[in-house]
């Protein structure tokens, strides 16, 4: 079992005749992702090589998943028109399926852009967008599985801890953690550090709980805003399982912007010492360094007898 994505999902790449998108697709069926094909506008009927195997195009995402019957899409589209590919696939998956996960890995598009983006895929009850800004979701199986993004396949393993991260390379680092114990993952999810985005900590904290093969998580927070509080906040009042977290940005200075676009503190608020606060007091065992991850997570294991 996994949240949202299942090993064997169907999926489609927007923008897979560029050179990020037939890059990063190539990866996607190296590890075992189920590609079914690709949406670039002006370039239906042409073919994309991938791992030796040739890939259809499509003009639109209507056309790909009326013939391909597509469970989710990844977005490999420049900033300026990325925007639009998320809001034609949420317009498609609505209409065709009423269901169906998108997952956008562009960095820096315009905020306006993602205001009116996710205010669309939120009307669309039944699509979920992912990122942007993100490195994806990945559910590992035991041969393979379904890589949606850019992340490193080779380093995950089908298994029972799920990961949320707003950072994409400490999701890397908390899969690596999470191997030092000798235990996998589940699903693991970049969420992304913009203001605007699709799916929060509190959205992958509730699936994650709902799913019976997850005994536990492991949260990735960094400064600014106020989402991992609100995540805390929820933990207390709703979490069964175990959450270990760990929050970036423990020595940036106020007013400095670090990495990503919403990592910024401002007015005092946002602070990694505020987040870890409220998350310890919600009873998540927080970790100090990236590198402690593992050992705070199998204490975490033990004391709730799950080792």
């Given at each position: ?63 790909a998943i009326q ?52 205010a669309f895929v ?186």
């Amino acid at each position: 079992m996994a949240i949202w994505i299942k090993e064997d999902a169907k999926v489609l790449v927007q923008g897979i005749t560029g050179k990020q998108g037939q890059f990063h697709a190539d990866k996607m069926v190296e590890y075992g992702t189920n590609i079914v094909g690709g949406c670039t506008p002006g370039k239906g009927g042409q073919t994309v090589n991938l791992q030796g195997k040739d890939f259809p195009v499509w003009n639109t995402m209507k056309e790909a998943i009326q013939t391909t019957d597509a469970d989710a899409t990844v977005i490999y589209v420049p900033p300026p028109f990325a925007g639009g590919a998320i809001i034609e696939a949420a317009d498609a998956f609505d209409s065709l399926k009423g269901n169906g996960v998108i997952v956008c890995i562009t960095e820096g598009i315009p905020t306006l852009d993602m205001i009116k983006a996710t205010a669309f895929v939120n009307e669309k009850k039944g699509v979920r967008l992912i990122g942007p800004n993100c490195p994806g979701i990945i559910t590992p199986g035991e041969n393979g599985g379904a890589k949606i993004g850019i992340m490193p396949g080779h380093i995950h393993a089908k298994g029972r801890i799920g990961i949320v991260s707003k950072s994409g390379t400490l999701t890397y680092e908390a899969v690596a953690q999470t191997m030092s114990i000798g235990e996998g993952q589940t699903t693991c999810v970049g969420i992304g550090g913009d203001p605007v985005n699709g799916t929060g900590f509190i959205d992958c904290l509730s699936a994650f709980e709902n799913d019976k093969e997850t005994a536990a998580v492991v949260m990735i927070g960094e400064i600014g805003g106020t989402a991992e509080e609100e995540a805390a906040k929820w933990v207390s009042e709703h979490m069964t399982k175990p959450v270990v977290g760990f929050v970036a940005g423990m020595t940036a200075p106020p007013g400095k912007r670090m990495g990503h676009a919403g990592a910024i503190i401002s007015g005092g608020k946002g602070t990694a010492k505020e987040k870890v606060s409220a998350m310890e007091s919600a009873g998540i065992s927080c970790a100090n360094d990236p590198s402690e991850i593992g050992k705070v997570l199998l204490k975490a294991l033990e004391d709730a007898g799950l080792r």
